[in-house]
């Protein structure tokens, strides 16, 4: 129940301040975040078809 609170919490405050943002600056966050994340899959997942433990 708490990590719900906590999540609903960051989640309010990642909104809110994107509506506060103007739309390009938004749209560029959110690109950059996308990229970010998607280079961590594509590290996690060739890590993890390599076999090797961490």
């Known amino acids: 129940m ?3 609170v906590a ?3 960051l989640m309010g405050i ?3 301040t994107a509506a506060h943002l103007p739309v390009p600056v938004t749209l560029i966050a959110a690109a950059v975040i ?3 994340l998607l280079v961590f899959y594509l590290r996690e997942r060739r890590h993890h078809t390599e ?3 961490r």
């Open 7 to 9: 999540a609903l919490l």
């Open 51 to 53: 076999g090797t433990p």
């Open 34 to 36: 996308t990229v970010w």
């Open 14 to 16: 990642a909104l809110g």
């Open 2 to 4: 708490l990590f719900l």
